[in-house]
């Protein structure tokens, strides 16, 4: 069995790491094969280094290398070099990467330097983590650069007054993300590059011959969104013979981490597993829903309630609800 799977970082990371656990331990399963396409909508060159943080979060966290009391970063890092870098009054100071992870970055920048594609330097980075030898492959959505933006409000300060709105601005995701926490109410989204961009190679491929898709619980905005938004993807998976199963993010309304809700704002979507299940309802077959939403209804997809809270506590409580995910897959009519 093939299956292909769409990511963001941590969220998507944690999910397929459960997923490989429950094919590594059920008997027939463990032959199974991953591919996993991963965002790069957020990727950001940061101190002349190109950043891909949810291909690198995925890398970490499949090769046994992240910081798991945080989801992102390695583990046991420290941060002597971007305390150099502070000492010298070197900006930015808000996204913070360690010395350990700033070691893939620069070979990533390196490789691209010298003309390799993303695609290629990814499974280079994928080879160092031993990717290949767990049966899964990580693919960038594009090969061409991609940067999401946030269009907020500029404000200029109203000496005593309240501060004025004056017009808006950009600001790279990353800045909005990590900075501002997401407190700063979004506007909209602007993806740079997406207009030009094109799957890179074997993403259209890994869509057709799967027997299934699984979504995980990524944010259906900023990341999934964005992979979708590469020409001919979205095509794909309405075209694919393979079923669709995809898990919310949300429960009772509230993200699961980070703030998908804010971003279901922003696009004026409602922040509940049913209308995040209407993003992909175009393609979706399956949908699986933390207990709390259990009355969720979709007009096309299947709606399943998992047998119990929809959290990804640890690598077995994750290997159960893509053990589920399956179980629904394996339901849809051929």
Not at 90 to 95: A, G, K, M, R, T
Request: proline share 5%; aromatic share 4%; with cysteine.
């Amino acid at each position: 069995m093939h299956i292909t799977a769409l990511a963001g970082g941590v969220g998507g990371a944690r999910f397929i790491r459960g997923l490989r656990h429950h094919l590594d331990t059920t008997p027939g399963l463990e032959d199974t094969t991953v591919t996993v396409i991963a965002n790069t909508g957020d990727d950001i060159t940061l101190f002349g280094l190109r950043v891909c943080p949810d291909v690198d979060t995925l890398l970490y966290t499949l090769g046994g290398g992240v910081h798991d009391g945080q989801g992102w970063g390695r583990a046991d890092e420290s941060h002597r070099l971007q305390g150099e870098l502070a000492a010298y009054g070197v900006e930015p100071q808000w996204f913070a990467l360690g010395d350990l992870d700033l070691g893939t970055h620069i070979a990533r920048s390196q490789w691209l330097g010298q003309g390799a594609s993303l695609s290629q330097v990814t499974a280079r980075l994928a080879e160092r983590w031993g990717l290949p030898a767990q049966r899964l492959e990580l693919l960038p959505m594009t090969d061409t650069p991609v940067e999401t933006h946030v269009v907020v409000d500029e404000v200029e300060d109203g000496s005593g007054r309240d501060d004025e709105v004056v017009g808006e601005r950009a600001i790279h995701f990353q800045e909005w993300w990590v900075r501002h926490q997401a407190a700063v109410p979004a506007k909209r989204f602007v993806v740079a590059g997406l207009d030009r961009a094109a799957a890179a190679p074997g993403v259209l491929d890994a869509i057709r011959r799967a027997d299934v898709v699984l979504l995980p619980p990524s944010n259906p905005v900023v990341s999934i969104g964005i992979i979708l938004g590469v020409p001919g993807v979205r095509d794909a998976l309405r075209g694919t013979a393979a079923p669709v199963v995809g898990v919310s993010p949300l429960i009772s309304g509230r993200p699961v981490r980070g703030h998908a809700d804010a971003c279901l704002e922003a696009i004026g979507v409602e922040a509940t597993a049913a209308a995040v299940g209407g993003l992909y309802e175009d393609f979706l077959d399956g949908w699986l829903v933390d207990p709390a939403d259990a009355a969720t209804t979709l007009r096309r997809a299947r709606v399943e309630a998992h047998d119990g809270p929809l959290l990804m506590t640890d690598v077995e409580a994750t290997a159960g609800i893509a053990a589920h995910a399956l179980r629904i897959a394996s339901s849809v009519p051929a």
